[in-house]
């Protein structure tokens, strides 16, 4: 698939190429996108060039994929923000916030407008968010943009050679006013 390019009213979702490689390693050198997130720790320039010239756009080619650098109008890098399909009709969003821009709504912003490309363009039907138990920036983006928390997985995600405990939780396109490519039949829910 050829890359696309989102916008919302504050932000532009775009591929990254290698003339973001220095934005993308800056805001990389922060502890907590380190410590938080799978990208290699320490996190060297070869990093950000090997991510912004071969596995940005080889994702995209492939469908394995679907990176997006989360930026504002002005040019400057606010996120990344990826989706990866994993399952018949699943994708898992993963993201990160550049310090600087925490706290403003960017990323949640940014992952609804993901979710609802996604939701209408790939096919599509459970988003999933996974973050490590503790990770309560993410949980909170996860919880702006609609995410119904689901639970806790045990040793669900491997983080730099250690398995972790995880949260979990969905977005269906009903959850957007969106239409599934089938029909969606939830559990009864007990009173009691």
């Known amino acids: 698939m050829d ?3 989102l916008t919302t009213d504050r932000l532009v979702l ?3 190429c290698p003339q973001d490689a220095d934005a993308v390693f800056a805001a990389a050198q922060d502890p907590d996108i380190q410590r938080w997130t799978t990208i290699p720790s320490p996190y060297l320039r070869e990093h950000a060039e090997e991510f912004t010239g071969r596995i940005v756009p080889d994702g995209w080619a492939d469908g394995s994929m679907f990176t997006f650098g989360v930026f504002l109008p002005s040019g400057a890098l606010v996120g990344m923000l990826g989706l990866t399909p994993h399952a018949p009709d ?3 969003v993963g993201f990160w916030t550049a310090r600087e821009h ?3 709504g960017y990323t949640a912003e940014a992952t609804l407008a993901a979710a609802r490309w996604a939701f209408t363009r790939l ?5 999933e968010w996974r973050a490590e138990v503790g990770n ?3 949980r909170a983006v996860a919880q702006r943009a609609g995410f119904t928390l689901e639970g806790v997985l045990r040793s669900a995600i ?3 050679g250690v398995r972790r405990d995880c949260w979990v939780g969905s977005l269906l396109p009903s959850d957007l006013g969106l239409r599934s490519s089938m029909p969606y039949l939830p559990a ?3 009173t009691g």
């Not at 096919?123 to 988003?127: A, F, I, S």
């Open 14 to 16: 775009r591929t990254v």
């Open 102 to 104: 925490r706290g403003n």
């Open 188 to 190: 009864p829910t007990t």
């Open 158 to 160: 491997e983080n730099k």
């Open 123 to 127: 096919p599509v039907d459970r988003l």
């Open 90 to 92: 699943a994708a898992e």
């Open 3 to 5: 890359p696309v390019t």
């Open 136 to 138: 309560a920036a993410s």
